[in-house]
């Protein structure tokens, strides 16, 4: 399978390059920085001319692609302003998913954000673990972005029922080398609330993106994919009670289970994170 891997350049793009390989799909990266070379191809996603003829062949590079994974965005608030964060991230969706529409690519697998389930919970959550089961919260134009991006897709496979597209809600990514700091984060139960104290290692991101590519029928589904444990050594009892003591427990869990619910994204995905930041802390 022939994938185009947009945002190939960031953190989560490059590692889902590698794993992808790894597992023997063509992957041909797209982004608008990149290393010269031939699985890579230099495109604004925001020119949907550039996006469509990039999709539908490059000289010697491809002739046409099988599949779409779409990571490339400005990738967390704050970082442009917000009108320049909405314009960039909602036209390259479009531009995105109405070209591969238009090419008869009928796969497509992106990124969401943990962000729409109501981040940096200001207003606390409705139950923990969080899960796709409540109305998006966006509380940022990024995450609204990301709720109107969601809901694109709802509308393109119901006008094209043979149309699969899954948005992968990913929380925040790291990689080994970020593990370091996270001892430090128990000093203080507020520093990483505002995402329940999640993350996702890059390389269960890139099998998050397999296992869609993989098993996802018609039609269109949302997943939180996050790792299986927290970012704390404290126990998440402690650390409800202390910052979330009157949000409702809707399930038991263990003291440093994920309090972003995966329980969908194991079901129906066979998402299995081997990944955690305790092993590479001592």
């Not at 999709?55 to 990571?71: K, N, P, S």
């Not at 962000?115 to 109305?135: C, R």
Request: glycine share 8%.
């Amino acid at each position: 399978m022939r994938i185009a891997l947009t945002g190939s350049s960031g953190k989560l793009g490059t590692v889902v390059a590698r794993e992808l390989r790894g597992a023997g799909y063509d992957v041909v990266g797209m982004d608008v920085v990149g290393a010269r070379g031939p699985s890579f191809v230099q495109v604004d996603l925001t020119d949907y001319g550039q996006v469509i003829d990039a999709f539908g062949g490059v000289g010697d590079r491809h002739d046409g692609i099988d599949a779409v994974v779409h990571l490339g965005a400005i990738p967390a608030p704050g970082i442009r302003s917000d009108v320049a964060t909405f314009h960039n991230n909602m036209t390259a969706t479009f531009n995105v998913f109405w070209a591969a529409v238009r090419l008869g690519i009928r796969r497509i697998v992106y990124a969401s954000s943990e962000t729409v389930q109501g981040l940096p919970f200001d207003a606390p959550p409705p139950y923990v673990p969080v899960d796709e089961d409540y109305e998006p919260r966006p509380e940022s134009v990024y995450s609204l972005v990301k709720t109107l991006e969601e809901q694109l897709a709802r509308e393109l496979v119901r006008w094209h029922p043979d149309l699969s597209i899954t948005a992968l809600r990913f929380s925040n990514v790291m990689v080994p080398e970020d593990y370091a700091e996270f001892p430090s984060f128990d000093h203080d139960a507020l520093l990483r609330k505002w995402n329940l104290w999640g993350y996702i290692d890059a390389r269960d991101g890139a099998h998050a993106v397999q296992r869609a590519l993989e098993v996802a029928p018609a039609g269109f589904d949302n997943f939180l994919i996050a790792a299986s444990d927290t970012v704390m050594s404290r126990p998440n009892t402690e650390l409800l009670a202390e910052v979330f003591p009157d949000v409702p427990v809707a399930r038991s869990f263990g003291d440093h289970d994920t309090l972003l619910s995966i329980d969908k994204a194991r079901r129906l995905l066979g998402y299995d994170p081997q990944h955690t930041w305790r092993t590479h802390v001592g």
